[in-house]
T-cell receptor, first 116, second 116 residues
Framework: DTGVSQNPRHKITKRGQNVTFRCDPI?????LYWYRQTLGQGPEFLTY????????KSRLLSDRFSAERPKGSFSTLEIQRTEQGDSAMYLC??????????????FGPGTRLTVT | AQKVTQAQTEISVVEKEDVTLDCVYE???????LFWYKQPPSGELVFLIR??????QNEISGRYSWNFQKSTSSFNFTITASQVVDSAVYFC?????????????FGSGTRLQVQP
């Protein structure tokens, strides 16, 4: 059972450029989450998918951010017109809707974004 | 609104000492889950435990134990006979269940350093 994988692991971009990150969840997990983590802080929720439906979005997810999960498997997170404040670790997690394991989210290694 | 407070920013202990990490939470939900995650230097968040708000029974898993007290809104984590490999940042998290939201609310973490 492979874990959650994320690509790329690191991304350096110039302000104003667009970036896209990919997350591959644990294969049987139907729920997928994106979080953002800045230095010295805990992860902050961005958005949640159940299968291909995006069911929850945080106020942190500005219009420049968009996430998709087209076939209910992998997901992409795109940031348009990046700003220096977008520099952070972007974490993906997945979970399975199973009685007794409700809410247990398993995290990937993250994509570290640096905007110069 | 939900909030998780981990007042201890950093703790340093010597190997074999016991250490307790504090977590205090706020929620208006009558049903909720509490979690602890470990983030080692490699960066990937590792799920440790989930606790249902209905279940105040303390739990022990090897050197780890958790003390959930609803009366004080606390969910503290104790490591007995700490080891160097326990060095990591530990996060407490909360998920309210009343509105069906899936997001986890994390505390800011406690960095534990175990010296040999």
């Amino acid at each position: 059972d492979t874990g959650v994988s994320q690509n790329p692991r690191h991304k350096i971009t110039k302000r104003g450029q667009n970036v896209t990150f990919r997350c591959d969840p644990i294969s049987e997990h139907n729920r997928l989450y994106w979080y953002r983590q800045t230095l010295g802080q805990g992860p902050e929720f961005l958005t949640y998918f159940q299968n291909e439906a995006q069911l929850e979005k945080s106020r942190l997810l500005s219009d420049r951010f968009s996430a998709e999960r087209p076939k209910g498997s992998f997901s992409t997170l795109e940031i348009q017109r990046t700003e220096q404040g977008d520099s952070a670790m972007y974490l993906c997690a997945s979970s399975l809707a199973t009685i007794g394991r409700e809410g247990e989210q398993y995290f990937g290694p993250g994509t570290r974004l640096t905007v110069t | 609104a939900q909030k998780v407070t981990q007042a201890q920013t950093e703790i340093s202990v010597v190997e074999k000492e016991d250490v307790t990490l504090d977590c205090v939470y706020e929620t208006r939900d009558t049903t909720y889950y509490l979690f602890w995650y470990k983030q080692p230097p490699s960066g990937e968040l590792v799920f440790l435990i989930r606790r249902n708000s209905f279940d105040e029974q303390n739990e022990i898993s090897g050197r780890y134990s958790w003390n959930f007290q609803k009366s004080t809104s606390s969910f503290n984590f104790t490591i007995t006979a700490s080891q160097v490999v326990d060095s990591a940042v530990y996060f407490c998290a909360l998920r309210g269940m009343d509105t069906g939201r899936r997001a986890l609310t994390f505390g800011s973490g406690t960095r534990l350093q175990v010296q040999p």
